[in-house]
């Protein structure tokens, strides 16, 4: 679990903003905004990661005065080994990425694993 | 908060109801938030977001499906059934359907709210099996109804007519029951469908095995039953084409056995599948309901079986030659004698309802039988044989989950009591399925 073939670009933009605070609690709306999701998508990645028991959630015990109490979130223990992992892993296949593209004589219509020329 | 914005809210609310209750925080968490989403489109859109959310763990998918499946149906049958003007009692005949369909919407319903929705595919197999049942036996029940109404202008089949339905008008449309016996057949047909929706509700303590395991029994007996009965009940001129001398006596004789044995065998194998444990008296109580469950789905589903072959038969033959030729071919009967047959034959598709009050009743108590007879053997400790070695032992108790988790690999055991509504310190004893 954790690798980063397992989580898409948007799970992994969540396990991004949940992991930036790794103990606090936030809402879903503030992590809607740093994760630029729509409610559809990220709810749903919410509660998938909460199924594997990446992910806590529980209600706000005091609301603001006039508003309904507000659910929160956290990374488990597990979900901050899984999502440091497949950050980095995410992070080094950038870089990698990144590598390939910026070597002279490399083209990024290459196919995966085929070598770039490399000019002396 | 505008009014448009507090229907939304309202409305949202209400929607949750739709999500199955372990998902419901999510759905109700994103309507929370909606109040810190600045106000106007982006709120607007994060709320449209819930809708999605709702439909989608909601599966609201397959309930619209459902819904339309059902919808056509209904208006088919309903289509096929619905009588014209020139039929007596056409008023009571429609209301009858009307409110059939009115029965058929509103008692899932009814049950969903309080006993839940099924959570298992035995019991949705079986809700659909009997829904399918009902619908299609109203167009075939409007056919039969319309042939022994009619009554002949003159000849060998006026005077047929006149001996087994007595006099009536020539050329006119008669007969069939007035309001009385459509309430009558309403109420009961009720009182059947109660039944089968608090057996298959999610809070029912039923489990799937014993639906299935009761189901499979009652469609052989049903089977075997029309086999031996596919043009009515009439017990003293029974009417088999296709069954004759001994073999006709033989499949007989496997009716007898099969109506009793069926739902014995049916209450045994589901009581025994069940186990409560570390509480006898509670496994007691889960076995007799095991058993009971199984005894009556399948004197239900050999009731309906029987009547939708039989009533559909008898309705093709009043309607198709074809099948008039194929059922008679035999005797080489004449066509004044044929008529004479299909009239006794429509008559005596009433007498199926006799069958719903009595095959029930008959699953249950063999059903309740069978558990007895299934726990006069006592089970023995770790698998073993009287006198042998001890067995293997049972697997390996699951882990402990975290604090407010689940097995997310887990199977989810059946629940005895409670359900997934059941609040956290509800007992709920857990039946063990072998």
Redesign the interface.
Known sequence: MGSRGEFSPQTLAVLAALSGQASAWQ???AL?RETGL???????I??RLA???LV??C?QDEPAPG?????LYRLTADGLASATTALAEAELAAAERAGSTARPGASPRRGRGVAAPVVP | MSWPSRIATVAGWGAVRLVPAARRDWVEAVWAEAHEVPAGWPRLAWRAGGLGLIAKEGQMARTIGSWLLFAVAAGAAAWGAWPGPPVSHAAAVQGGILITLALLVGLPLLSRSVLGSPDNRAARWLRAGFYAAILAVLPAQAAIRLFLGTVPRSGNDRHTFDVIQGPGVPGSISGGPGWAGEIGILIFMACFLAVLLALTARRAPVAPATLAIGAGAGLMLGLVMYAITPLGLNVKFPDRPWLHGSAGNTVGALAWILLFCAPLVAGALAGRRCNVEDDPAQAAVAQAWQGFAAGVVSGGVGAMLVTVLGAGTTALMVRSAWVRDFLYHGPHLTASAVYGRELYASQDVSAYLVLFFGFPIIGFMMGLAGTGIANLKPRLPDGGRPGGPPGPGGPEPLPAPPDGGRHVDAEEPTVLAGGADAGPTAPTPVLAHH
């Open positions: 809402h879903g709306y809607a729509k409610s559809g998508t990220l709810y749903p919410l509660i199924d594997r028991g806590e959630a209600w508003r309904p109490r507000r659910h």
